[in-house]
């Protein structure tokens, strides 16, 4: 098992900036991915960010320009730097992990509780 831990969400103004940061803790497990999701009362929910162990990012395309993700692999940790926020970004915004537990076993995926994001005048 793995376990997603998330902090940093929270009330902004339009314009405003936020970090996310999500450590994923655990036994006998290597990550292959981890990333940001969110969702909004609603909606779906939809990738924001992801990144992989050899660093390639995946941006959606209303975040290219505004948000960041950036990871540690050695701790297991991933983070959003959120930008220019606007009032639709409003939402849940959900840690995702996916990850081996052997290196010839299948892939796992894991969520976190999720954090608010609120950007409101």
């Known amino acids: 098992q793995v376990q997603l831990v998330e902090s940093g969400g929270g009330l902004v103004q339009p314009g405003g900036s936020l970090r996310l940061s999500c450590a994923a803790s655990g036994s006998n497990f290597s990550v292959a991915v981890m990333g940001w999701y969110r969702q909004a009362p609603g909606k779906q929910r939809e990738l924001v960010a992801k990144?992989?162990?050899?660093?390639?990012?995946t941006y959606a395309d209303y975040v290219k320009g505004r948000f960041i993700i950036s990871s540690d692999n050695a701790k297991n940790t991933v983070a959003l730097q959120m930008g220019s926020l606007k009032p639709e970004d409003t939402a849940v915004y959900f840690c995702n992990a996916i990850v081996k537990h052997d290196y010839s076993g299948p892939y796992f995926q894991y969520w976190g509780q999720g954090t608010q994001v609120a950007v409101s005048s």
């Open positions: 990144v992989t162990s050899d660093d390639k990012r």
